[in-house]
T-cell receptor, first 115, second 111 residues
C-alpha cells in the first residue's frame, strides 16, 4: 500500500529564514506527488506537483520541491519565509497506474513564522 | 459554480442522530473525493467517485458511513448514529485531472 510520511508535525522558523518541509513516500513505482497548503480559515490549495521530468519543480508563492527517487522524498523548500506562509502543509501522493486516482495525504506539518 | 461548494458549513448534532453532508463539485469534474480532517490526524481518505465506476469505499471507517453521488454530480455523505469521535471537518474535493479542488468543508460537532 502506498503511504506518505511527514515526520515533522510542527516547525517554527524566523521570517526571512529558509524553510524545508520533509516528505517521504513508500511505493514501488514513482507516484504523482503534490504539496498542498491550508491557510487559517481557508481551503486547501495546490502549491506544486511532480509527475515526471525535471526533478525540481516550481510552485506558487515562491515554493519549490525536489523529487529524489533514491530517497523516496519530495521535500518542499522556500529560500526566504514570509509571515503569510504560516499555514499547514500537506504532502500527497497519487497512485496513477491504470488511470486510477486515489490521492493520499500525509498528516501535515504546521508552520509557524516568528518575527 | 466557480468552486466546490459544501453545505452546511457547520453542523452540530446530538450523539445517535443521523447527519447528511452535501458536496456540489465543479461542473464537469468527473472525480469526487471525501476526506475527514481531525486534529492531529491530517487528511483521512474516506471515499472516491470516478465517473460511472464503482466508488472506492476503502476509507470509510465503519458501516455507519455511506456516500452516494447522483447523476455524476452532487454527492451526499451520510453518517448514521453519530458518535463523538465523528466530530471533524469533512472535506470534499473534485478534479478533472490530478489537481484537486477543495471545498471549505463541513465542521461537524457531535455532542
Amino acid at each position: 500500500a502506498q503511504s506518505v510520511t511527514q515526520p515533522d508535525i510542527h516547525i517554527t522558523v524566523s521570517e526571512g529564514a529558509s524553510l524545508e518541509l520533509r516528505c517521504n513516500y513508500s511505493y514501488g513505482a514513482t507516484p504523482y506527488l503534490f504539496w498542498y497548503v491550508q491557510s487559517p480559515g481557508q481551503g486547501l490549495q495546490l502549491l506544486l506537483k511532480y509527475f515526471s521530468g525535471d526533478t525540481l519543480v516550481q510552485g506558487i508563492k515562491g515554493f519549490e520541491a525536489e523529487f529524489k527517487r533514491s530517497q523516496s522524498s519530495f521535500n518542499l523548500r522556500k529560500p526566504s519565509v514570509h509571515w503569510s506562509d504560516a499555514a499547514e502543509y500537506f504532502c500527497a501522493v497519487d497512485l496513477n497506474s491504470g488511470g486510477y486516482q486515489k490521492v493520499t495525504f500525509g498528516t501535515g506539518t504546521k508552520l509557524q513564522v516568528i518575527p | 459554480g466557480a468552486g466546490v461548494s459544501q453545505s452546511p458549513s457547520n453542523k452540530v448534532t446530538e450523539k445517535g442522530k443521523d447527519v447528511e453532508l452535501r458536496c456540489d463539485p465543479i461542473s464537469g469534474h468527473t472525480a469526487l473525493y471525501w476526506y475527514r480532517q481531525s486534529l492531529g490526524q491530517g487528511l483521512e481518505f474516506l471515499i472516491y467517485f470516478q465517473g460511472n465506476s464503482a466508488p472506492d469505499k476503502s476509507g470509510l471507517p465503519s458501516d455507519r458511513f455511506s456516500a452516494e453521488r447522483t447523476g455524476g454530480s452532487v454527492s451526499t455523505l451520510t453518517i448514521q448514529r453519530t458518535q463523538q469521535e465523528d466530530s471533524a471537518v469533512y472535506l470534499c474535493a473534485s478534479s478533472a485531472g490530478q489537481k484537486l479542488f477543495f471545498g471549505s468543508g463541513t465542521q461537524l460537532s457531535v455532542l
